[in-house]
Structure formats: structure tokens, C-alpha cells
């Protein structure tokens, strides 16, 4: 059974950085693509950031330059980190990963930017 678990989440200010972790049991993270999401009240869930198995990676056009994602395979987590906040980032992030036609999502961890 696939399980994911988020951490790092918080209260920065505006222009502050936060790093996210999302660690993995069940699979092998490296083996699969994994993205972060977000959703905040009143939106759509909204594609952060995917590293791909080849280690390929895409960004949202909102978080380029500001948000890296990136994968410690000895560890079986993936990061990202997070710098240059906005009140506009404040969100619920979640990991996923897809394994064959099964999504699993994390638990979710909340990253409020505010002053």
C-alpha cells in the first residue's frame, strides 16, 4: 500500500522560504512521476510542480524561478522548496504519485504566507 506524507508547511511572511518533504512508503519514488499540487479556498486543485521518473521536471508558469522540486532517492522523498513567497502561494500542498491507474495523495500540509 502506497502511503504519502507531507511536512513543512507553515506560517512565513511574504518573501519568506519554506522547504515542503514528501516521503514515500510502499513504492519506489524514483520508479514513478511525482507532483505537488495546491489548492486554496474558492479554487481549482492547481499542478505545482512534477519530477518524472527520467527526472524531468515541470512548473507551474506561477511558481517558475521561486519553487524547485527535487528528489532524494535515498531517502524516497521529493522536496520542494519554496522561496520568495506570496500571499498567493497560501494553499494546501499535496504530493502524488501515480502507480499504473492508481492515484495516491498525501494527507496535505498548509503553507499560509501572510504579514
Known amino acids: 500500500q502506497v502511503q504519502l506524507v507531507e511536512s513543512g508547511g507553515g506560517l512565513v511572511q511574504p518573501g519568506g522560504s519554506l522547504r515542503l518533504s514528501c516521503a514515500a512508503s510502499?513504492?519506489?519514488?524514483?520508479?514513478?512521476?511525482t507532483g505537488w499540487y495546491r489548492q486554496s479556498p474558492g479554487k481549482q486543485h492547481e499542478l505545482v510542480a512534477v519530477?518524472?521518473?527520467?527526472?524531468?521536471?515541470i512548473y507551474a508558469d506561477s511558481v517558475k524561478g521561486r519553487f524547485t522540486i527535487s528528489r532524494d532517492n535515498a531517502k524516497n522523498t521529493v522536496y520542494l522548496q519554496m522561496k520568495s513567497l506570496k500571499p498567493e502561494d497560501t494553499a494546501v500542498y499535496y504530493c502524488?504519485?501515480?502507480?499504473?491507474?492508481?492515484?495516491?495523495w498525501g494527507q496535505g500540509t498548509q503553507v499560509t504566507v501572510s504579514s
Open positions: 502524488n504519485v501515480v502507480v499504473g491507474t492508481k492515484t495516491s
Open positions: 510502499g513504492i519506489i519514488f524514483r520508479m514513478y512521476a
Open positions: 519530477i518524472t521518473s527520467g527526472g524531468s521536471i
